[in-house]
């Protein structure tokens, strides 16, 4: 990887978006690589808990907007031009469908498709000293990367209608009270607390964690008798498994239990 930094540590992989000196803004490769990176943790059974954060004193400042005018339109292959997602659909979709629950680490500023990254993730930490906005508006834009979708679904309607067409600032305070993160931490310990956190989820069962992720996904747009149906046919697939003798077991004996996924 040129631009992600990739580091595995007790099931957990960490991917530090490395552009600093851009705020971490996206230019070709590294939209690439993020999709890439996404694929092989979600692929990797080493890996349970997807940690993505980013170097300097951003988080990513969405498409790099410099590289972007430099681009010659005619040098698209084929495959580029045909494609109707680009590649803030399939970072969205990468993330959605990718069986381990992603967490973002918002250490600094998150704009446009960089906060549409942090949307698509199952879990939001924000640093004290961030600030996020949906950006777009500013530059004459409307939103890519799914920010139309996971925003409302987050804060609802009204709200995500304010926060895009005005692309004002959200300050740490305001976006925990909306519900846009989970938890503020200082600057100096937002890395290790998600770590903390992530190690934690890691310890769980995997197979029960991409189950309830699955499900969690599905649920904006199903009705309510499939997802019974879905909840149903999941925990019968769990019941089915030894991590669950293992978890009635380490309760029997007031333990914790030691999940291996299987």
């Not at 990739?6 to 851009?22: A, I, Q, S, W, Y």
């Not at 230019?27 to 980013?54: C, F, H, K, M, Y």
């Not at 045909?82 to 993330?95: F, M, S």
């Not at 069962?205 to 599905?218: C, D, G, I, N, Q």
Request: glycine share 8%.
């Amino acid at each position: 990887m040129e631009h992600i930094i990739v580091e595995t540590k007790d099931g957990v992989r960490k991917l530090t978006l490395n552009r600093p000196e851009r705020l971490n803004a996206v230019n070709d490769t590294l939209s690439n690589e993020i999709i890439q990176a996404i694929s092989e943790a979600s692929a990797d059974d080493e890996v349970r808990v997807i940690v993505i954060t980013g170097s300097g004193r951003g988080f990513c400042a969405g498409l790099d907007l410099t590289d972007r005018a430099k681009r010659n339109p005619d040098a698209q292959s084929r495959h580029q031009k045909l494609d109707e997602l680009g590649w803030v659909g399939h970072q969205a979709l990468g993330i959605v469908h990718c069986d381990k629950p992603v967490i973002a680490a918002i250490n600094g500023i998150a704009a446009g498709a960089g906060l549409a990254l942090a949307l698509a993730c199952d879990i939001r930490f924000m640093s004290a000293d961030a600030r996020v906005t949906t950006g777009y508006i500013r530059r004459g834009l409307s939103p890519d990367a799914g920010m139309s979708y996971f925003l409302p679904r987050l804060v609802g309607q009204t709200r995500a209608a304010e926060l895009i067409l005005t692309g004002r600032d959200i300050y740490p305070e305001e976006a925990e009270r909306i519900g846009l993160v989970n938890r503020i931490f200082s600057d100096e310990e937002l890395q290790e607390q998600v770590m903390n956190f992530a190690r934690e989820l890691a310890a769980g069962p995997p197979v029960a964690m991409t189950l309830s992720k699955r499900l969690l996904a599905a649920s904006p747009d199903t009705d309510l008798t499939t997802i019974l149906k879905q909840e149903y046919a999941f925990i019968k697939q769990c019941f089915g498994t030894k991590d669950v003798q293992e978890g009635m077991q380490a309760f029997a004996e007031k333990r914790k239990p030691v999940f291996q996924g299987e």
